[in-house]
C-alpha cells in the first residue's frame, strides 16, 4: 500500500495501521491467517473489522506506530522545518541522517511526485532497513538512499541544490551553538534559532449546575441519610432514587482542556 495513494479497499499483504486510541497504535502487514494480540484478546486480521479502525497508512501515523531505531522527529518539527524551508512539489532535498526514516515519509510526500529525495545514513544495518521500508512503502521512485558518512566523505553528489536552505535540528543548545558558529564561518546569512513545541490538551466535559441544581443535590443527599436513618430497604431506596433521577434534567455540560502532568519528549 502506498503512502502516496489513497484506497479503499484493503488486500492481503498490504500496510494498516491498527487503531484503538491516540496512545495504541500498531503497524501490521495484513494476512488472513495471522492474528493480531493486544490487552483485548486475540483477533484474526480477517475478523477485526468493526472492533477497531484500519487506517490508510500516512507520514503522520507512520511517525507514531515507526520501530524507534534511533531518535526521530515528530509532527510538530516536521510540519515546521518543512514549512520554513518552503519544500514543495518539485523540491530536490538533501538529508543527512537517514535513521528512522519518520522525517524522510514526511519530505517524500511533500515533494511529490517530481521532486527527490536524497538521504544518507552512516549505520549499514540502518540503512538497509529503513531501504526496505521505502520500497514497501512504495516511496523508491522519489528516495535514494544511501550508505554513506556525509560528515567525512561528503555527500557525493554535485549540482542537484543552488542557493538553497539548511536546517539543523539538535536536542542540546550547546550543539545549537556550535551550528550557529560554523555556519557563520562558512558564510552562511540569515541565521535562525526556533524552539518547537507542543502541547497536548486532554479535553472533557463537566456538567454545569445551577444555584437550584446545587439545594436539590443537597436535598437528595439529606433525604438518603433519612432514609437510612429510618431504617428502609434498599429497594425502597433504589426505587426513590430512581423517581428522583427522572424528574430532573441533566445540566448542561462545558468543554474544558487540561494538559497532562507529563509531556512526552522525543525518547
Given at each position: 500500500m502506498s503512502f502516496l495513494r489513497y484506497k479503499t479497499h484493503i488486500?492481503?499483504?498490504?500496510?494498516v495501521i491498527a487503531y484503538l486510541s491516540r496512545e495504541n497504535m500498531t503497524p501490521?502487514?495484513?494476512d488472513s491467517k495471522k492474528t493480531y494480540n493486544n490487552k483485548f484478546g486475540i483477533f484474526k486480521h480477517k475478523d477485526m473489522i468493526g472492533f477497531m479502525y484500519l487506517l490508510h497508512p500516512t507520514p503522520e501515523?507512520?511517525?507514531h506506530v515507526v520501530p524507534h531505531r534511533t531518535q526521530i522527529l515528530y509532527a510538530a518539527d516536521i510540519s515546521y522545518i518543512t514549512t520554513y524551508l518552503d519544500l514543495k512539489p518539485g523540491s530536490v532535498v538533501l538529508e543527512s541522517g537517514t535513521g528512522s526514516g519518520s522525517f524522510s515519509h514526511s519530505?517524500?510526500?511533500?515533494?511529490?511526485p517530481n521532486g527527490h529525495l536524497y538521504t544518507f545514513e552512516f549505520h549499514e544495518e540502518r540503512a538497509k532497513a529503513v531501504k526496505q521500508d521505502f520500497e514497501e512503502h512504495g516511496l523508491s521512485d522519489l528516495i535514494t538512499i544511501e550508505c554513506r558518512d556525509v560528515c567525512k566523505n561528503g555527500f557525493g553528489v554535485t549540482d542537484l541544490v543552488h542557493a538553497g536552505?539548511?536546517?539543523?535540528?539538535s536536542p542540546c543548545i550547546e550543539q545549537v551553538q556550535r551550528t550557529c558558529a560554523s555556519l557563520n564561518e562558512n558564510g552562511?546569512?540569515?541565521i535562525k534559532m526556533y524552539e518547537c513545541l507542543m502541547r497536548e490538551h486532554e479535553i472533557k466535559t463537566i456538567p454545569i449546575y445551577t444555584v437550584t441544581d446545587a439545594v436539590n443535590k443537597i436535598k437528595l443527599q439529606q433525604d438518603k441519610?433519612?432514609?437510612?436513618?429510618?431504617?428502609?430497604d434498599e429497594q425502597d431506596n433504589a426505587n426513590a432514587d430512581s423517581q428522583v433521577s427522572k424528574s430532573k434534567q441533566d445540566p448542561p455540560n462545558l468543554y474544558v482542556s487540561k494538559t497532562p502532568n507529563e509531556v512526552k519528549g522525543h525518547t
Open positions: 488486500e492481503e499483504g498490504e500496510l501490521l502487514i495484513v501515523l507512520w511517525t519530505l517524500a510526500r511533500t515533494i511529490a536552505k539548511i536546517s539543523c535540528f552562511f546569512v540569515e441519610k433519612r432514609k437510612r436513618k429510618e431504617d428502609q
